[in-house]
């Protein structure tokens, strides 16, 4: 009986702290695969090296990749494991070559919606989960301005950034800071939005 | 080392895992009339120059101690707790930054808080204390998080 | 004394908590409608030895239970249990989980004061406070419990029809260069970071900022 083969060439692709676990398919003419996930962060290595847990959303699944987000939720190094079966057979396991740790993850720019409702500017920010903050940079398009900071940790939903002056233009740029593993993405590229000037009153 | 030790935890997220076990987990705990952390005498006597000797030593306490104790068969409850363990590994590698720089000092206060606590665990059978620290770990992050707030909020 | 198990246990037992004030609320047992049933409360501190009786929850026909006094100590847990009777039979005791008042309590909305003039709103917050057993027993703010309390301040342009929302830590906040004489709405939110917690936002409350003094001497002219 042929021996069903080990998954192949595990890696992982971590992008805004979503974590996706892939691997070659493994074949077999006319038959559907299934493969199982485990993983196993430091602790259970250190002291429960026996201790395997089953991946939360692939135990088992068919393609040949796992989103592991839910699983790896410590920023620790986690150890990660492949097997495929089909029917009865089981293949041996194919273990990760070397841990996976969360604060690998490419942080990229965040989308922004800059807008303003009347005098106020207001930002509205891509929902990229709980893990993440927003460092919101914006200032006056004019020579020497000042640059106001503001942390912003509400998402998908628009918040207040300041009050603009009639007839100036502000300018925004933002970038993501993860707490849990203390780091920031790239700022994204600067939003400019001009304020309508006010209508003077007739001067005497 | 009188500079308070303040890290950068995320404590939000552990807490979460938590409230998702902890109807679970509490329910299998029959002993009602003992506690582990004893929050009114110990943890709410530690002043702030302790809270880091303390929360190193809890962490031990939890690694080394209960997070073994405890046998889980449940793959959701499990997922939980090595999620909680794991972030407990991270936590004491970050303390270990203050005791490089001398900030987590130990003091009678502390270790005398500790003693009680392990003195509670050692007077219940091992899997019965282990389930009971397990279900006072809202007690004990609650605390992490208001004495650790300036990094938390 | 009474038959126990004779009944059906109440069902839902659970705490409503808002601002440390601990109601114990339950659902009548299934199958007695239109019997004359009763319940009595006891509760439990958890780490203590026993079972106390809440003297003025014994024998009752609501089915809910004021134990804010007992359960007033924030930083303890507590169990509660309620059982039915029914002339000489009795249910077994319904419990519930553990309490922990400190993380479960609702915070309720800060009182929320709104003034304007032309191109200004000033919300001026102020905190929920904790239950108190009596009117003139003196307040305690949550915000002395909780001192990372926030506020979630949304801001509704009724003319522009927009929305936008500011996260506000002390009790003031001046919304300046609005549209004079425009409706806008005002709701706000108490805020712990933390575990997950029920919120409960203020009522709206809308205000309408003054006609332009300026467009109205112009009109004149």
Redesign the interface.
């Known amino acids: 009986v042929a021996i069903l083969p080990a998954p192949q060439n595990l890696s992982v692709q971590s992008t805004n702290m979503k974590h996706l676990l892939m691997w070659s398919p493994v074949i077999v003419p006319g038959e559907i695969i299934y493969y199982f996930v485990e993983y196993q962060g430091e602790y259970e290595s250190l002291y429960m090296s026996h201790i395997w847990i089953p991946s939360s959303w692939c135990s088992p699944t068919e393609g040949p990749e796992c989103d592991i987000t839910d699983d790896v939720t410590a920023t620790v190094p986690y150890n990660l494991r492949v097997r495929a079966t089909v029917g009865a057979q089981t293949s041996a396991w194919s273990t990760l070559q070397h841990p996976f740790n969360r604060n690998s993850t490419v942080l990229t720019p965040p989308v922004m919606e800059v807008t303003k409702d009347g005098f106020h500017l207001v930002i509205k920010l891509e929902d990229l989960g709980p893990q993440f903050e927003f460092l919101v940079a914006y200032w006056r398009r004019e020579p020497g301005a000042k640059e106001h900071v503001k942390v912003v940790k509400s998402r998908g939903i628009p918040v207040h950034l300041g009050t603009m002056e009639p007839g100036a233009a502000y300018c925004v740029k933002v970038r993501t800071f993860v707490k849990a593993i203390g780091r920031h993405s790239p700022f994204s590229q600067a939003e400019c939005v001009k304020v309508q000037g006010e209508t003077l009153p007739l001067t005497l | 080392g009188l500079r308070r030790c303040l890290i ?1 935890m ?4 552990i ?5 998702e076990i ?2 679970t987990i ?2 299998k705990d029959p002993f ?4 582990i952390l ?3 005498e110990t943890l ?1 006597r530690i002043k702030p120059l302790d809270v880091c000797c303390m929360t190193k030593n809890l962490l031990a306490f939890y ?1 080394d101690k209960v ?2 104790d405890h046998q889980e068969l449940n ?1 959701q409850i ?2 939980k707790i ?2 909680i ?6 936590m004491q590698k970050a303390l270990r930054q203050c005791q490089e720089q001398r900030q987590c000092h130990c003091r009678d206060e502390a270790t005398n808080a500790t003693r009680i606590i392990h003195s509670n665990y050692d007077q219940l059978e091992a899997r019965s204390a282990a389930i009971k620290s397990l ?1 006072e770990l ?2 004990f ?2 605390w992490i ?1 208001r004495n650790h ?1 300036g990094t ?2 | 004394l009474c038959i126990s198990g004779g009944l059906p246990q109440p069902t839902n037992i659970t705490f409503l908590s808002i601002n440390m004030r601990n109601i114990l609320q339950w659902s009548p047992p299934e199958g007695l409608q239109g019997a004359e049933v009763t319940y009595t409360v006891q509760y439990f501190i958890y780490g203590q030895k026993k079972w106390l009786n809440k003297s003025e929850c014994r024998n009752i026909n609501r089915t809910c239970c004021d134990l804010s006094l007992e359960t007033s100590d924030y930083e303890h847990q507590y169990y509660a249990k309620v059982k039915a009777i029914w002339e000489r039979n009795c249910s077994k005791w319904a419990e519930t989980g553990r309490f922990y008042p400190f993380l479960e309590t609702q915070i309720g909305p800060p009182r929320v004061a709104l003034t304007t003039d032309e191109k200004s709103i000033s919300i001026v917050l102020t905190a929920p406070e904790k239950w108190k057993r009596n009117p003139e027993d003196s307040s305690i703010s949550m915000q002395q419990i909780y001192s990372n309390l926030k506020y979630n301040v949304s801001i509704y342009n009724t003319k522009s029809n927009r929305t936008w929302s500011q996260y506000v830590t002390n009790h003031t906040l001046v919304l300046s260069w609005l549209e004079p004489d425009t409706l806008y709405c005002v709701r706000v939110e108490s805020f712990v970071p933390g575990p997950p917690r029920l919120a409960q936002p203020s009522d709206k409350q809308c205000v309408h900022t003054l006609k332009d003094q300026a467009s109205a001497l112009k009109v004149k002219i």
């Open positions: 950068s995320d404590i939000h997220h807490e979460e895992a938590f409230q902890k109807k509490q329910a009602q009339n003992v506690t004893s929050t009114s709410h690694v997070f073994k793959p499990l997922r090595s999620s363990a794991n972030s407990f590994l991270y279900g809202d007690v992050l609650a998080d707030q938390s909020a």
